[in-house]
Nanobody, 122 residues
């Protein structure tokens, strides 16, 4: 069964930097758009950064200039680096990937990672 495996996150100091990665576990044909989202308690999940297969990037205003999203298509892996951390970055972070299972179909499935907790505390 294909799933996404996240790593990174954890406890950090204000002003610090965290790095995340998210890899596809299992066999897929290719990965389309991928992104990182975060969720605050009691709130809906929100987009942090998205990158298309061709490398176009979109960042949330709250992380512009502090976040860098990148991907390795050969490894089906997406990365996020988030710097100048603030208390407002405390949340659960999830990766999302569009998974294509077949080269003869344009159909894809969106998968979510298990989530990784980030706590920015002084």
């Amino acid at each position: 069964q294909v799933r996404l495996v996240e790593s990174g996150g954890g406890l950090a100091l204000p002003g610090g930097t965290l790095r995340f990665s998210c890899t596809v576990s299992g066999n897929v044909f290719k990965v389309g758009r991928v992104g990182w989202y975060r969720q605050y308690p009691g709130k809906e999940r929100e987009s942090v950064a998205i990158i298309t297969r061709t490398g176009s990037k979109i960042y949330a205003d709250s992380v512009k200039g502090r976040a860098t999203i990148s991907r390795d298509n050969a490894k089906h892996t997406v990365y996020l680096q988030l710097g100048r951390l603030m208390a407002e970055d405390t949340a659960v972070y999830y990766c999302n990937q569009e998974i294509y299972y077949s080269k003869v179909s344009y159909a894809y499935v969106e998968l979510w990672g298990q989530g990784t907790v980030v706590a920015v505390v002084s």
